[in-house]
C-alpha cells in the first residue's frame, strides 16, 4: 500500500510513501505520519491511501506518530474543500483544522506530581507540627497536586518527602486535566416552557434533526436561518435542540464570536448538561487557552467524553463524531472571518459540514447578514423568526438626534446633545444604569495643527496617528506605531504651540462625563482599558453588581451582553460606521446600531436608546430605529442588485502588496491583463474602483518579470461569462505596516469555478519577487 501525504513544510504538492508492513494496519486517511524528505524529516499528513503511485522508487515512511489518527475523514475532506474554495494550499488548510498545540509531536497531557493520603493502618505517627499541618490538609483533600499541597500548607516538597517515608503520603505522577473553568461553580438548569414562536421554531429544527438521524433518509432542509430580535430566547432554542442531538448519541457545535465568548455564555452551556441523564462534558475552544488547556480540550472531544463544543471560528473544526448539530450564533459577525490563509468563513464551513455529515445547522442573529437571509429568501435555508422578546418586553424605543442641529445651538459640535445630557441626569437620579457607545478608541482620532495643517500621520501606515491621553503618546491602529504626543507642532517652519487634537474616542467621551457628572461612577471599556486576563470579568461584574453608573466602550458592550438593570443607551456617533470605502458600510451600521440598542431595557423598566448622528435620515439608522430589519433588507438588497454585489455575486479580493508603489501598481496591472486574456476579452469597459487609478500604465520596463503562459494551460476564466473584473485601484489604506497594497475585486455567481481559475493563475503568474499576491474569497475586509 502507498500513503498520499501532505507535508507540513508548505508545498503545494501531496507526495507518496510506502507504507512499511508493520506499520500498515495504523495508517489510514487522517493519520500523522513522518516521513523522509530530501535529508531531512518532516512531519504530515496522510491524505488517501492508494494502490499504485505514478512515481517510481517510492521512500517508504518513518513512523506513525500519535495513537489515534487527528484528522477525522469527514475534517478531511472540509480541509480539502477549505483549500479548493478559498484558493489555498491542502497544508495551510490541515494547519487551521488542527490546532498546533494537537499537532506538534510533543504535545501531550500533562503530567504532575499528586500527593495522596493512603489508609491509615493503626496510630498515626509521631509526627512534627509542620508535618502534622501538612497531614490534616492531605488527609482532609485525600488527593491534590503536590504543588497546590505546597501552596495551601505553605511548606516544601521535603516535608511531604518525610510523610511519604513514614509510609502516610504517596506521591506518584498522574494526568491531570487543565480545565479552564474548573474554578467555577455550576448550578444547573432545567430546560424554559417555551413561548409558541420558539415551540414552533424548535419543532422544525427537531424535525429536520430526527430526518437527518443515522436510521431515516428523506433530507428535509437542514439549514436555518434563526431570525429573532435580541432577548428572543435564541440560546434557549439552542439548548433544547442540543439535548435532541444528544438524546441520539450525536454531539454539537456552537460558534460563538470570540468577543461574545464570555463565561456567562459558557456557563449557560455547562449549566444545561452538567447533570441529567444527557449530562457530557462541554469543551471550550478559543484563541487565549494556552496550548496545553487547547490540547485537552480537544482530546476531550476526540476521545468523545464532551460532546458539546462551544467556541470561536476555528471550532468548527473539532472533531465531534457523529455531528448532529451545529449552531453559529450571530451569524453575520465578521469575526468568523479569518483574514489571514486560509480565509475561511466559519460560517460557510459550518454549512459546508452539516452538509458532509448530515448534520442540522442553525444560523442565528437578530441582524442576519444579507448573505444568509438572501439565501432564506431563495429556499437554501429554512426561516424561523422570533419576533418578540421572550419575556414580552418591549422594544427599546429608539430617538435619533440630529447632531447637525446640536452643533448650530451650540458653538462647535459638542459630545453630548441636550437630549442624550437630560436622559443621563435622569438615569443617574432614578439609579438606573447606562451605557454609552462609541466605536473608536483613544481620546482624539488626529493631531492637527490649525495653523499649518500639519497631521500627525504614521510612518508605515497611511492613517492619522491616534492621541491616547491617558499614555501621553500617538498611536496607530494598524501597526501599534507608537510616538511621543508633541507640544509644539513638529512642522519646523510652524512650531505652532496651540496644536489641537481633532475627532473623538472612546477616551474623551470617559473624560467628558466625569467632567459633565462628577458624581457618576463612570468605567471605560475597550481594547486599551484592558490590561490583564480579568479586566474583562471584572469590569462586567462590577456593571452587574451595580458599581459602576456608566459604561462607555467600544464595539466590545455591543455584544449579547444582559444587563437588567441598563435602561439608557446612547450611541454617541452612529453615522462613523457609514463613512466607510465597503460596499457592506450600511449594513454594517445596521447591525451595530440594533446590536447595541439591544443592551436597553432588559429588564423590568423599559429601555430608550438614543442614537446621535449626523446624517440621520441615512436608511440604515432609520431602520434600525424602527426595528424594521425587512426593510433594511428590501432598499439594501436593491443597491446590491444593481451593482451586482454579494450576495448577488460572490467577490474575490485580490491585493498585490509590496514595498515600493511603483511596482506593486504595475504587477496590479499586469494581473488584470492577465486575467482579461484568459477570460478571452480584451480591454472592456471596467467597474467603478478603476477610475480611482486612471494613471496610464507604463509597461516594458517591467515585462521582463512577467513570461505568459499559453491560454491551454489556464482553465476557466472564460467559462465565467458573468465575470466583473474592478480595479486595480489603491487599497482604501493604500499602505499597511509599511507595505503598499492594490487591488481587483472580482465578481461573478459562480465562485468555485472563479477559485480554480485564480489557483491556476497563482500557480503561473510570475510577479517581481518583492511584491506578493493574496486572494481573498468572500472577503469581509475590503480595507
Ligand atoms: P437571545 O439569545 O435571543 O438574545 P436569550 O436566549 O438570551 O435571547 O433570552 C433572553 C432572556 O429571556 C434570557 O434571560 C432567557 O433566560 C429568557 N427566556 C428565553 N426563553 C424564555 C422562555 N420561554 N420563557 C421565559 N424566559 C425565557
Ligand atoms: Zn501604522
Given at each position: 500500500m502507498i500513503a498520499r501525504v501532505t507535508l507540513e513544510?508548505?508545498?503545494r504538492k501531496e507526495f507518496d510513501y510506502l507504507i512499511p508492513p508493520e506499520l500498515e494496519a495504523e495508517v489510514e486517511p487522517g493519520t500523522r505520519v513522518k516521513v523522509p524528505f530530501g535529508p531531512r524529516q518532516v512531519m504530515g499528513c496522510v491524505t488517501a491511501l492508494v494502490k499504485e503511485s505514478p512515481r517510481l522508487n517510492l521512500r517508504p515512511l518513518l513512523k506513525v506518530v500519535g495513537r489515534q489518527a487527528l484528522v477525522t475523514p469527514t475534517i478531511l475532506k472540509l480541509a480539502r474543500w477549505i483549500a479548493d474554495y478559498y484558493c489555498c494550499p491542502v497544508e495551510t488548510a490541515l494547519k487551521s483544522v488542527l490546532p498546533e498545540a494537537v499537532r506538534k509531536e510533543k504535545a501531550s497531557w500533562r503530567e504532575r506530581l499528586f500527593a495522596r493520603a493512603l489508609p491509615l493502618a493503626g496510630d498515626l505517627p509521631r509526627l512534627t507540627r509542620r508535618q502534622q499541618e501538612v497531614w490534616n490538609i492531605i488527609e482532609e483533600w485525600r488527593e491534590m497536586p503536590l504543588q497546590e499541597l505546597l501552596d495551601l500548607a505553605d511548606t516544601t516538597a521535603e516535608t511531604v518527602r518525610k510523610l511519604e517515608d513514614k509510609g502516610l503520603v504517596s506521591i506518584g505522577p498522574q494526568i491531570s486535566e487543565r480545565d479552564p473553568y474548573a474554578r467555577e461553580h455550576i448550578l444547573p438548569t432545567q430546560p424554559l416552557a417555551l413561548n409558541a414562536e420558539q415551540a414552533a421554531a424548535l419543532e422544525k429544527i427537531k424535525a429536520a434533526l430526527d430526518s437527518k438521524a443515522p436510521s431515516t433518509i428523506n433530507p428535509q432542509p437542514s439549514t436555518f436561518l434563526l431570525h429573532g430580535v435580541t432577548g428572543s430566547g435564541k440560546t434557549e432554542i439552542y439548548l433544547q435542540a442540543i439535548a435532541r442531538a444528544l438524546q441520539q448519541g450525536r454531539g454539537a457545535i456552537v460558534l460563538v464570536p470570540e468577543i461574545s465568548l464570555t463565561p456567562q455564555t459558557v456557563e449557560r452551556f455547562k449549566a444545561r448538561f452538567c447533570s441529567g441523564p444527557l449530562q457530557t462534558l462541554v469543551a471550550v475552544l478559543h484563541s487565549h487557552l494556552s496550548a496545553g488547556e487547547r490540547h485537552d480540550e480537544w482530546h476531550k472531544i476526540r476521545q468523545g467524553r464532551a460532546r458539546i463544543v462551544i467556541g470561536a471560528r476555528s471550532a468548527i473544526f473539532a472533531p465531534v463524531d457523529p455531528l448532529g448539530l451545529i449552531v453559529v450564533d450571530e451569524e453575520h459577525e465578521y469575526s468568523y472571518k479569518q483574514e489571514e490563509a486560509p480565509r475561511y468563513n466559519a460560517r460557510d464551513v459550518a454549512v459546508v459540514r452539516g452538509q458532509m455529515e448530515g448534520a442540522v445547522v442553525v444560523l442565528g442573529s437578530a441582524t442576519p447578514s444579507l448573505e444568509s437571509f438572501h439565501n432564506a429568501q431563495k429556499g437554501k435555508y429554512a426561516l424561523l423568526q422570533l419576533p418578540q422578546r421572550a419575556d414580552d418586553r418591549k422594544m427599546p424605543l429608539v430617538r435619533v438626534i440630529d447632531m447637525r442641529q446640536e452643533a448650530r445651538k451650540e458653538k462647535g459640535t459638542p459630545i453630548f446633545s441636550q437630549k442624550l445630557k437630560e436622559e443621563i441626569t435622569l438615569r443617574l437620579e432614578r439609579r438606573e444604569q447606562v451605557m454609552l457607545f462609541l466605536n473608536r478608541r483613544g481620546y482624539a482620532t488626529s493631531l492637527q495643527c490649525p495653523?499649518?495643517?500639519f497631521v500627525a500621520e504614521c510612518p508605515n501606515c497611511s492613517v492619522a496617528l491616534t492621541y491616547h491621553r491617558s499614555r501621553q503618546r500617538l498611536l496607530c491602529h494598524i501597526c501599534g506605531h507608537q510616538a511621543q504626543a508633541p507640544t509644539l507642532c513638529p512642522n519646523v517652519k510652524c512650531r505652532n504651540p496651540a496644536i489641537r487634537y481633532a475627532g473623538l474616542g472612546t477616551e474623551k467621551v470617559e473624560d467628558t462625563l466625569t467632567k459633565l457628572f462628577p458624581r457618576a461612577r463612570v468605567r471605560r471599556m475597550d481594547s486599551d482599558a484592558l490590561k490583564r486576563k480579568d479586566d474583562y470579568r471584572r469590569i462586567l461584574g462590577d456593571f452587574r453588581t451595580g458599581k459602576i453608573d456608566i459604561l462607555v466602550g467600544t464595539?466590545?458592550?455591543?455584544?449579547g451582553l444582559h444587563f437588567p438593570n441598563v435602561t439608557l443607551v446612547g450611541i454617541i456617533y452612529a453615522d462613523l460606521s457609514l463613512h466607510?470605502?465597503?460596499?457592506?458600510a450600511g449594513e454594517r451600521t445596521f447591525q451595530l446600531l440594533t446590536q447595541v440598542a439591544?443592551?436597553?431595557?432588559?429588564?423590568e423598566v423599559e429601555g430608550e436608546v438614543v442614537v446621535q448622528a449626523f446624517t440621520p435620515f441615512h436608511p440604515a439608522i432609520q431602520y434600525a430605529r424602527r426595528h424594521d430589519f425587512a426593510g433594511f433588507y428590501e432598499q439594501e438588497i436593491e443597491f446590491r442588485e444593481q451593482l451586482k454585489y454579494p450576495p448577488i455575486s460572490r467577490a474575490a479580493l485580490l491585493t498585490l502588496k509590496g514595498h515600493n508603489e511603483e511596482k506593486v501598481r504595475l504587477s496590479a496591472d499586469h494581473v488584470r491583463k492577465e486575467i482579461e486574456k484568459l477570460a478571452g476579452r480584451g480591454s472592456q469597459k471596467v467597474g467603478k474602483r478603476e477610475s480611482e487609478s486612471a494613471e496610464p500604465v507604463k509597461s516594458g520596463?517591467?515585462?521582463?518579470h512577467f513570461p505568459t503562459f499559453p491560454l491551454s494551460q489556464l482553465p476557466a476564466f472564460h467559462a465565467l461569462p458573468d465575470l466583473i473584473i474592478a480595479g486595480p485601484a489603491p487599497a482604501p489604506l493604500l499602505r499597511a505596516e509599511t507595505y503598499y497594497r492594490y487591488q481587483l475585486m472580482l465578481r461573478t455567481r459562480q465562485m468555485s469555478k472563479l477559485s480554480r481559475s485564480l489557483a491556476n493563475l497563482r500557480e503561473t503568474l510570475t510577479l517581481p519577487e518583492d511584491v506578493s499576491l493574496t486572494v481573498d474569497v468572500d472577503p469581509v475586509n475590503l480595507a
Open positions: 513544510i508548505a508545498l495653523k499649518c495643517g464595539q466590545m458592550i455591543a455584544k466607510q470605502p465597503d460596499f457592506r439591544g443592551r436597553a431595557g432588559r429588564g520596463a517591467m515585462s521582463a
